[in-house]
Structure formats: C-alpha cells, structure tokens
C-alpha cells in the first residue's frame, strides 16, 4: 500500500500526522523485556490517538524501538552455526520486501551487492516470525515480505561509531536506487523495498497496525530473549493523507506528534547547501548518499533523515544536534543564558529551524529524550519513578503507577529537553 503519485489536489509531499508517542526507558540502563512489554502497554493505552479506516481493522500504523536484541539474534545464529560478532560489530537491517519472489531475488541481490561493495559481509538473511490474526484484509495484501539482513563489520573498521556511518552509507545508496531499479527491471514492485532500521545498536518493529497488533503481529516483541532498557512506540494519526507500512513510525532516530510545518522549506534547503557540505567523517562517502533526503517522504522521515546526517555523519552529539534542527524561541529573550543565546545564533546561520507544531522523542540506542519545538502546541507529560524508570508520552496515565513510587511529574516545556543518557545512569537535563 504504496503513496499514490502527485494527482489533482493531492501531493505526496503534504503527508503529515498528528499522533501517540511515548516511551519508557529505565535509567541506569538496565535491560528487560519488562521494558518492551511496558513500551507496548502504552501503545495500546494511546489506541485513541490513532486513526482507523472505513474498516475498522485498517489503522495508521503503530511501531515500537528498541536496543538490539542482542539475545534474540545470538540464539538464531547458534541454531544455524553461523559466527555473529560481538555486540557492536554487526548491524541488522529490518527489510520490507516485495512478495513477487522475482521482485523479492533482486531486491535482496540489491542490497547484498552494496553491503558487498562497500566492504562489510553478510552473515544471513532472518525471516521475521509474525502472525496475520486479526488483521484486516487489505492490511494483509499491503504486507511486504519482512527479513532483517545481518550484516559483519570488516576488520579494517576502527570502530562502533565508524561502521554505523558505513551502513548509512549502504543504506542510502540501495533505497535512492530503489525506483531506478524498478524502471530497468519493469518490476513495480521492486519500490516495496524499503529499510525501515539498519543500525548496530537499536531496531525497528513497525506496519501498518493497530495498536495493540504490534505485539500480536510480530513475535519478537513476544519473545523472552527480547530485551531492551527502552521502548520507543508510536500510534499514527493520518490526516488526509494515505498510510502504509513505511510512513508507520518510529523511524531511525525519531518518532513524533504534530506536524513539520516547515517541511518544504526544510528539504530545499538541505538539498541547496549540499554542494558547500563536507564532512571529514564520511570523507568521500558522503558523496554516495544523495540525496540527503528523498523525494516522496513524510515530515517525519526528512527530518529523520536531517537528524541521522547530523549525528552519524557530522559527529554532533543526539542533544546537540536535536538543539540544531529545533531551537528554542531564542531571538529577543533577555532571560536567555548569553552562551545559550550565542550557540543558537552561531547554527542559525547554519541550519534553519524545522518548525512545528511538534512533540518529538528520539534515540540513539545510548540515549533517549523528547522536546518540544517553540510553538508549545503539543502536549508531552513525563514522570519519573523511584525504580529508576522514566514515562513519558502525549498525555498523563498511560502506565498504572502508584503515586508513592512517583518522585518527579512535569511536562515538556516549549524549546525544552529531557535527555536520559543509559550509558552515564542519568538524567541530563530535565527542564
């Protein structure tokens, strides 16, 4: 269930929603499947933020993130004698294929070629276990065909950080050669092929789902072995705008509530300033990756995209590169911290805000947060709990917790940022 091309009064570049989020996280880093299970709890609690279809079986879509399931994927390679490497030597890739098995060869020969090309190797392709029960008709012929390649660091790569850069790299040269591909071989469904997460550290289960069919459908998320220190969870709210499996959220880095006003604006940029952009991390890599942002995308997925190029590529930290796309109401604020003041008129010059009304909460894997743009539009509530847990969502109440265990309940603030950091045990800023 693709977008339809530009027709009449409908542009694909006006997909926009408003919607759930929510994460919980604990503090200190410590990994669960309770996490998952409390992730996908709030999920079914923001069920009324997303939207149904005439067919009440056929949502926006819904998704959740977590860390690599390191477990999981350990115990699948053990039963077929297959070498994974330590944890942060190998990235997985969740892929949305096309069912036509010929489609489906050379999408996947696709993909292999450019891991291949680039230097890394593919230890094997793993079948995602899900259940269609209870979904709707039309949702189950929109399915893709859904396979996580595991892909080997090559020795020659110094480290964690070096080898997600290098399959940002892969990943951005197969989805912009994905219509191209589709035109040489005269295989429509070759543009199903889409890469929803490829990353060393977290990993994406989402589609075209209802709320509580994330944990149904996808039996990972089920799975014990399954563990994670945070859940990411998203429920869809389309409006006027036609859903899929890949517009369903989070995506890479981030996942959202309002709408990207600026989108446009936003992109035309990025796209003009590409020939003054270097980067001494990506070196010639970065060349392979245009565009920067691909045609046909949502708010979401642009801005997504911006975030990833600034924290993979430009070696920003996720904080300070968050601050870069949605600076606070800076300009004229006499209040301000003068070194503050001068840190967001310093990138001003250099990116423009991507307004919106928005609520928007990201990860990297190492750390989780969620801000608000300067509008204030969108609400995002947050409590913190004596078990070192952090709540936060689009409204207040979507986990039972007793009042005594609560040690801290606020609210994100216009500008503001709650930042966890895992792998320090804290809470960075909790303005």
């Not at 503090?27 to 999920?43: E, M, N, P, T, Y």
């Not at 590169?321 to 003068?338: C, K, R, S, V, Y």
Request: aromatic letters at 8%.
């Amino acid at each position: 269930m693709g977008l339809p091309e530009r027709q009449g009064l409908y542009d694909p570049r006006n997909e926009h929603d408003s919607c759930g989020i929510g994460f919980v996280a604990n503090i200190k880093g410590r990994k669960s499947h309770d996490i998952i299970a409390r992730g996908l709890q709030i999920l079914v609690n923001l069920d009324h933020r997303g939207a149904v279809g005439a067919d009440p079986l056929v949502g926006d879509g819904a998704g959740c993130l977590i860390q690599m399931p390191d477990a999981l994927l350990r115990d699948w390679a053990d039963g077929r004698g297959l070498p994974l490497p330590p944890p942060g030597r190998y990235a997985v890739a969740m892929c949305f294929l096309p069912w036509d098995e010929r489609a489906r060869t050379i999408a996947i020969e696709h993909v292999e070629h450019f891991v291949g090309a680039e230097g890394q190797s593919l230890i094997g392709w793993r079948d995602v276990p899900t259940d269609t029960t209870g979904l709707g008709t039309r949702v189950v012929e929109a399915m893709p065909w859904i396979s996580q390649a595991v892909v080997a660091c090559s020795p020659d790569i110094a480290d964690q950080d070096a080898f997600e850069r290098k399959i940002l790299t892969i990943r951005k040269q197969v989805l912009n050669r994905v219509a191209g591909l589709a035109e040489q071989h005269g295989l429509p469904a070759l543009r199903d092929l889409y890469i929803p997460s490829f990353s060393t550290r977290t990993l994406v289960y989402k589609g075209l789902l209802l709320a509580p069919q994330v944990e149904s459908f996808y039996a990972d998320l089920r799975d014990p072995l399954t563990v994670s220190a945070l859940a990411l969870v998203h429920q869809r709210f389309s409006t006027n705008t036609f859903p899929s499996w890949r517009l369903a959220h989070p995506y890479r880095f981030l996942c959202h509530n309002g709408e990207i006003n600026t989108v446009r604006g936003n992109v035309n940029w990025m796209a003009a300033r590409r020939q003054a952009m270097t980067s001494d991390l990506l070196g010639a890599d970065l060349a392979k990756m245009v565009p920067l942002i691909g045609p046909g995308q949502s708010d979401t997925a642009c801005i997504d995209n911006a975030l990833e190029l600034l924290v993979v590529g430009g070696g920003y930290s996720l904080a300070h590169a968050m601050m870069m796309l949605i600076p606070e109401a800076w300009a004229g604020n006499p209040l301000m911290d003068p070194q503050r003041r001068a840190f967001y008129e310093y990138y001003a010059a250099l990116m423009e805000p991507w307004d919106g009304p928005a609520a928007i909460a990201f990860t990297d894997g190492r750390q989780i947060g969620a801000t608000l743009d300067r509008n204030g539009l969108r609400p995002a509530r947050y409590i913190v709990t004596d078990d070192d847990h952090v709540i936060m969502a689009s409204e207040a109440g979507v986990l039972p917790v007793p009042e005594e265990k609560i040690t801290r309940k606020w609210r994100l603030q216009p500008g503001k940022m709650l930042l966890i950091d895992l792998e320090q045990g804290r809470i960075v800023d909790a303005q």
